[in-house]
């Protein structure tokens, strides 16, 4: 993403969250862009912010009146939880990236998100075979691609690696799968 159109984006983003402090996808918008642009500590705190207020507010409060809750649905609690595995394990910081996979392990959440960060860890162990065969479990689960699965790729250092580059092809065109920004 080019910096001026990053930039611009960040401030729409802050002056709607000043203005509705309350919205949670706003807040998770701004924090994957920050995630896209490897801004890592930023995306976290974002996601921080989502995650925690996710869970303070009560829906007891807003049942009877009609109003809006401002809970997220699960599948974005869910994806925010995803992105800030990989935001962390980006950084450095494997032991929380451990905590938010094994929430999702644990919640009734899409089995491609955990096998996305399975294969996240391995492309940035630098372990290949599993790399490979972690890609092969995530497109058993799941063999249409996460509407955000290619600008999450773009931040894995897969295109150094040709073995799991070529892997990687191979499998996405036994599936039909094609990717824009892939060589």
Known sequence: MKRDVYLSLIKEL???????????I??????????????????????????????????????????????LQKHNLY???????????????????????????ESNS??????????AWAVLKDETEKAIKCY???????KELMVFEEDLFNLLPIKNNQILNQS?????FSLGITRKNRN
Request: glycine content about 4%; some cysteine; proline content about 1%.
């Open 110 to 119: 899409e089995p491609k998100y955990t096998y996305f960060i399975f294969f």
């Open 26 to 71: 706003l807040l998770m918008q701004r924090g994957f862009i920050y995630l896209q642009n490897k801004n890592y500590q930023q995306a976290i705190d974002d996601f921080n912010t989502v995650i925690k207020r996710n869970g303070q507010i009560d829906t007891r409060i807003y049942s009877y009146t009609g109003d809006k809750t401002y809970f």
């Open 136 to 142: 092969s479990d995530l497109r058993d689960s799941s």
């Open 79 to 105: 994806k925010t939880c995803l992105f800030r595995s990989l935001a962390f394990a980006l950084s450095g910081d494997m032991r929380k990236s451990y905590k938010d996979c094994k929430y999702l392990l």
């Open 168 to 172: 990687i092809k191979l499998l996405d």
């Open 14 to 24: 802050t002056i709607e969250i000043k203005a509705d402090k309350y919205s949670l």
